[in-house]
């Protein structure tokens, strides 16, 4: 623990220059399940929301689709086993194009640029459990990162 340092909290946490990864490294075999490979990737058309989707499959009884949201704007759409996500979008076209933007096949290139994360903060004092302070430490730990919500539990 430093002490008598003119450092913040979010300082001390995040520990040093953000500019290169200092933490575990792991090198791993990849291996993608079959499951995957019939999958798709869906872009949400403007001012459609995942959750307006994954209702609406329900809704329409295309319970053969599993929906998975990936961040931005992408879904991943898994068919359920013994089915084609090809056919599904041949006879539910319509749904698709009013709900997508596109759909293509899966691939290992496939990223999002953002994705909406909890995160949890140990050993923050107490009477710093406010929305400014949450802002400052995030901002502190990933400069691109922004608080969107702070659930009630922890402000109270």
Known sequence: MEKLSNKTY????????????????????????????????????????????GEELVK????????RFLGDS??????????????????????FDNSFSSVSPWSHNYGVSYRIVWVRCFGLPLPAWNRDCFVKVI???????TVVAVDEASLS
Request: hydrophobic share 40%; glycine share 12%.
């Open 10 to 53: 979010a300082e001390i946490v995040a520990g040093g220059s953000h500019d290169q990864w200092k933490g575990p490294s792991v090198k791993t075999q990849q291996n993608t399940p079959q499951w995957m490979l019939k999958s798709f990737v869906g872009n949400l058309r403007e001012g459609v929301d995942f959750e307006k989707v």
């Open 60 to 67: 329409g009884g295309m319970t053969m689709v599993r929906a």
């Open 74 to 95: 992408q879904v991943l759409l898994t068919p359920r086993e013994g089915e084609a996500m090809e056919d599904i979008m041949k006879m539910n076209k319509g749904w």
């Open 139 to 145: 901002g502190e730990l990933a400069k691109s990162a």
